[in-house]
């Protein structure tokens, strides 16, 4: 229990992926001009990214290994992620129309966030097994949300702002996110190892 | 002659950002006095660096960018930029140090931004922060209290990099008070054993518990002169406090006592002059509470669990982050409005 309590805190917060490992940036730049957009395109991905986590352990343990398949992993887990996105879409589109229009365009956009590969590699190169996989998968969504919405509402502020021209847009974005990275730096050695 | 008819209500004009940031220098100069009592010149000299880098940045940029130079800086936010930011660093830091932290505040985390009033980090903090991370080394520089290094030797050791014979940095400084407990609570000594050396004062750590006194003096007339609103302060002290008492409570063995969380860092001058910085901080008055309260769970999680032995400026930085959020959910109701309304 304490292991998945580390594990869960060293995703969000110590290791997060979009500020200290760097992943998902392009999700990150592109649809955090409004703080709504944001929310939708962070519940899509905590969805997607939790169950693709659980599917790319399942498939990685029962089809890749047994079979002696190892070097397939990363094109597998790609087919996974895309299928689960599909899967996903459908359903929602079936069961829940409304959520369905408020995800819009980001659930296909999804597949091509490297930060669900990332944790879906990351999981088999730490050995985890299916819990911490689910719990890992979980752990980086609720990072990456958390992060993607602060940065909204904090884009929506710098719109407004007198910005010199040159910096103006991703510039000052890019720059935004940097500070936001060393302020993360805060948490590291919250948990070792 | 000029009688001029001025209709009512006839109060004294205040609150001009000139004014504001007048106040804010004048309430920093007992604590700053303090400090150069206790730790020598070095806090002068990071002081003078601070400033007039600050000041130059500050007006290249304007010049840069085609303001009003004179009329922009005489509103004194730059200078407080660099004060903050020179009293956070130790006395014994190089010369580079006050300055490449001060030119970081002031140009990237200021003026990119559109300077006075847009920028969504406190710059004194960014500044702060690049500078631990950059330079952990340097930051390390702070003297033993009343260590006795004269103005000429302070400006060798800080512009030259020369010591006095016979002397040594190690000899020469000491880890600060947080950091020494969180070292030596690493080699499992308790706290109870480390209270017998001099390292505790009266309620926080000798020194320090003084510098924090008159910071909290120079906050209190501060909040006299309606300067600051009590929420940012009294939520983060009181968070501070209440989660020091928790674990304080529970083992005593290893945690330090409420007093010395709160006297023996950067507490005071966080709560009172930082974490009120009125352009970084959250602008709603239920918002302010909840950014206050962040900054200070959020510093004691650091000081306490995390790698670095304050946490003031990282969960300064951490809640500005959150401050446009936390607006955007505690907007305060339209008057004449039933809260279900927009």
Redo the contacts between chains.
């Keep these: 229990m304490t292991e998945l309590a580390l594990i869960l805190v060293s995703t969000v917060l110590v290791n997060n992926f979009v500020l200290v490992k760097f992943l998902g940036l392009c999700p990150f730049m592109g649809v955090s001009r409004n703080?709504d957009t944001a929310t939708g395109m962070a519940l899509a991905t905590t969805f997607v990214l939790t169950l693709s986590a659980v599917c790319s352990y399942l498939a990685n343990e029962y089809l890749l290994q047994p079979l002696g398949l190892e070097y397939l992993r990363t094109i597998t887990f790609i087919l996974v992620i895309a299928a689960v996105v599909q899967f996903t879409e459908m359903v929602v589109h079936k069961t829940s129309p409304l959520l369905y229009r408020v995800l819009g365009i980001f659930l296909p956009l999804i597949t091509t966030n490297c930060a669900v590969l990332g944790v879906a590699l990351l999981n088999t190169q730490e050995q985890h097994n299916f819990l911490q996989s689910a719990v890992y998968g979980f752990g980086a969504a609720i990072g990456f949300s958390m992060v993607l919405?602060?940065?909204s509402?904090?884009r929506?502020?710098?719109a407004a702002?007198?910005?010199?021209v040159p910096?103006r847009g991703s510039a000052?974005a890019l720059?935004?996110a940097g500070?936001?990275s060393?302020?993360?730096?805060?948490?590291?050695?919250?948990v070792k190892g | 002659m000029d009688f001029g008819n001025y209709s009512s209500p006839h109060f004294p004009v205040s609150g001009s950002v000139a004014t504001m940031m007048r106040h804010v220098l004048f309430a920093l100069l007992p604590g700053s006095i303090c400090m150069t009592w206790f730790f020598g010149p070095g806090v002068v000299c990071n002081l003078v660096l601070a400033a007039l880098t600050a000041i130059c940045s500050e007006a290249g940029m304007l010049y840069l960018r085609g303001k009003p130079v004179r009329s922009t800086l005489a509103d004194s936010s730059a200078l407080v930029t660099g004060i903050l930011l020179a009293l956070a660093l130790p006395p014994l830091a190089p010369w580079w140090i006050p300055v490449i932290g001060t030119l970081f505040a002031v140009i990237v985390a200021k003026q990119l931004y559109g300077g006075i009033g847009y920028n969504p980090f406190n710059p004194a903090m960014a500044g702060y922060v690049v500078l631990l991370i950059s330079f952990p080394l340097e930051l390390t520089l702070w003297p033993a209290p009343h260590a006795g290094l004269g103005l000429s030797d302070t400006l060798a050791l800080v512009f030259l990099d020369t010591l006095p014979a016979g002397m040594d940095l190690d000899t020469l400084t000491m880890a600060t008070p947080m950091d020494s407990v969180r070292t030596r609570l690493g080699l499992e000594q308790t706290i109870p054993m480390m209270q017998d050396g001099e390292l505790f004062g009266l309620v926080g750590a000798g020194g320090w518990e003084w510098v924090n006194f008159w910071f909290l003096i120079g906050g209190l007339w501060l909040f006299k002169a309606r300067v600051i609103q009590w929420q940012i302060p009294a939520s983060m002290l009181c968070a501070l406090a209440g989660m020091a008492l928790v674990f304080y409570l529970l083992d005593p063995e290893t945690h330090t006592s409420p007093a010395f969380q709160l006297f023996s860092g950067a507490a005071m001058l966080g709560a009172f002059f930082i974490a009120t910085d009125p352009v970084s901080a959250s602008t709603t008055p239920t918002g302010r509470l909840f950014y206050g309260a962040g900054i200070g769970i959020l510093t004691y999680i650091i000081r306490h669990w995390g790698g670095y032995p304050e946490g003031i400026a990282f969960a300064v930085l951490l809640m500005n982050m959150a401050a446009p959020t936390i607006d955007y959910y505690t907007q305060p109701r339209v008057f004449g409005k039933s809260g279900d309304e927009t």
């Design positions: 703080v919405i602060l940065f509402a904090m929506e502020r710098i702002a007198d910005v010199p910096f000052i720059i935004t500070l936001m060393l302020a993360f730096m805060g948490f590291s050695g919250l």
